[in-house]
């Protein structure tokens, strides 16, 4: 049996498609599930998409934590479900308390449009295993609100528990400590601003999001393995 | 309003900006949102907790900003 992603689709979300196109090549059966929803269809992994969930109006992420389809993410991630939120998604799991932190606007107020090199500095979570620790991945950025921020002694403990997943190699956007992508206590829920989904085919320039994704995957069908019949 | 200590990239850009047009000795620019609104309370009190929760839920985000109330 595949693994079953549900791909949340607030209004407003532009790449639930490319996240679909992504999963479904590494195998994944994947279902788009309209906000307004109250309950997640039977999924072994939740995506929040990347775009500009109800208009990003004011600050991004901040709405589409009340959508109704929230209550039951927070229900999958605390059951132990993988959880990941590419770039707005990340933003709403930060605005939603399932990640720490907070999503400020660039340094410069850039809008960033680029390919950055991201250093995986946890190899041992969910969505990282397939990487060898130290591990460089060539993952394209889009984004004004990416600039992460949280209290000094908060980024030490984050730090030191391994949860600062994912590092810029270079600084794009003054996210404190270089953050690119950070976890969740229980390693279950993946928030990043770089678009793996976007990086999963050699004709768009990389493949290595496949190596994020390809890990929740092998994660997840691990899981469904294990289920009783 | 973001908390005291907290870069604010918005509040740089304006500071790098002002001395182009001449206008200059202006420093700790900080860029913040007023949200004006109006509520049926019965008092000033009950107004004024109904919007500390609106602030504390939704309309300010407690990692990094701050926020004031005011009643006109």
């Known amino acids: 049996m595949s693994v079953r992603a549900g791909i949340v689709l607030f209004p407003g979300s532009n790449c639930e498609q490319d996240c679909a196109r992504a999963l479904g090549s590494l195998g994944a059966e994947t279902r788009i599930v309209w906000h307004q929803e109250k309950e997640l269809p039977d999924v ?7 775009g500009f969930a109800h208009g990003d109006y004011l600050r991004t992420g901040a709405l589409a934590r009340f959508s109704p389809i929230m209550e039951a993410v927070r229900a999958h991630a605390r059951s132990g479900g993988l959880v990941i939120g590419i770039c707005n998604g990340f933003q709403i799991l ?5 990640l720490p932190g907070a999503l400020r606007r660039n340094v410069n107020l850039k809008f960033l449009c680029k390919w ?3 250093h995986v500095d946890n190899s041992t979570t969910p969505f990282t295993s397939r990487a060898e620790a130290g591990r460089s991945l060539r993952l394209p950025i889009n984004h004004f609100e990416g600039n992460w921020y949280c209290e000094a002694t908060e980024l030490e403990d984050l730090r030191a528990s391994g949860r600062l997943v994912l590092r810029y190699a270079e600084n794009p956007n003054g996210s404190l400590g270089d953050v690119a ?7 279950n829920v993946l928030g990043l601003m770089p678009h793996p989904e976007r990086a999963c085919e050699a004709l768009l320039g990389s493949e290595d999001g496949a190596v994020l994704l390809g890990s929740m995957l092998d994660h997840a069908e691990a899981g469904v393995r294990s289920m009783p019949v | 309003m973001l908390k005291d200590g907290i870069a604010d990239p918005q509040g740089q850009t304006i500071e790098k900006a ?3 047009l001449g206008l ?3 420093s700790e620019v900080r860029v913040g949102k007023s949200i004006v609104l109006e509520i049926d309370a019965p008092d000033r009190d009950e107004a004024y907790s109904r919007v500390m929760q609106m602030c504390d839920r939704l309309l300010a985000n407690p990692v990094i900003e701050k926020f004031e109330v005011t009643i006109a």
């Open chain 2, 24 to 26: 200059t000795g202006v």
């Open chain 1, 44 to 50: 072994d992994i939740v995506v929040l998409p990347g």
């Open chain 1, 94 to 98: 930060c605005e939603a308390g399932l």
């Open chain 1, 116 to 118: 950055t090199s991201v």
């Open chain 2, 18 to 20: 002002l001395p182009a």
């Open chain 1, 181 to 187: 992508g950070v976890s969740n206590e229980d390693f």
